[in-house]
């Protein structure tokens, strides 16, 4: 089955701490691959989305994130966390082809103390 | 633009009552997802839409669980009896056909006692 794991489920950071979400995921095929941040009392936005090229993405408010197709990876990266940063972050992937429904991870919860 | 639009928010009923959340997806966008989330979990498909027309429902438990999309844009979701294991947060997705991006609306938070 399809499925994906993240590692961490709860970090705590200082600010100006820099940041790594692991995340992996399993399926053979071409994915398309998504990070979410849920922060307190709002619904899920995109953080980021790798659909092909250059595996290095960049998404909002500095974060960024490498597929790395050997190691089945999409981790998420800020080199300088703020404490604004303090939310839920939930990896997902999508299928290349059949079924067009996301597959997310259990979420990593991130708290950033001041 | 507004985004995805779900009511309500909040719901509390009892076990073996019945509860329906309502999603008014963003203009435009004909595919419509509905997510469940559990706490401490990451969003599940229950079914998606593509116009009026359910194409993946595999996931929706079709016992006590139904949907609609009658005209291809608003969408309910009903569970007839819910049961104590139904406590969830119920998200609405939409997204523009061909895209692989969805957004997501606020959810809908259920609690059954």
């Known amino acids: 089955a399809q499925s994906v794991s993240q590692h961490n489920h709860h970090v705590i950071l200082s600010e100006a701490a820099s940041l790594e979400l692991g995340c992996n995921y399993s399926y053979g095929g071409t994915v398309n691959l998504f990070w979410y941040v849920q922060y307190p009392g709002q619904h899920l936005q995109l953080l980021l989305k790798y659909f092909s090229g250059d595996p290095l993405v960049k998404g909002i408010k500095g974060f960024e994130a490498e597929f790395i197709k050997s190691k089945f990876s999409f981790n998420l990266r800020k080199p300088s966390v703020q404490w604004s940063d303090t939310a839920e972050y939930f990896c997902?992937?999508?299928?290349?082809?059949?079924?067009?429904?996301?597959?997310f991870g259990s979420g990593t919860r991130l708290q950033v103390q001041p | 633009e507004a985004g995805v639009v779900q009511s309500p928010r909040y719901k509390i009923i009892e076990k073996k009552q019945p509860v329906a959340f309502w999603c008014n997806p963003i203009s435009g966008h004909n595919t419509l997802y509905w997510y469940r989330q559990n706490l401490g979990q990451g969003p599940e498909l229950l079914i998606r839409y593509e116009n009026e027309e359910a194409v993946d429902d595999s996931q929706l438990p079709k016992d006590r669980f139904s949907a609609e999309r009658l005209k291809g844009v608003d969408s309910t979701l009903k569970i007839q009896p819910a049961e104590l294991g139904d406590s969830a947060v119920y998200l609405c997705?939409?997204?523009?056909?061909?895209?692989?991006?969805?957004?997501f609306g606020p959810g809908t938070r259920l609690t059954v006692l």
């Open positions: 997705a939409s997204s523009l056909g061909g895209s692989n991006e969805q957004f």
């Open positions: 997902a992937f999508l299928k290349g082809t059949g079924r067009r429904a996301l597959t």
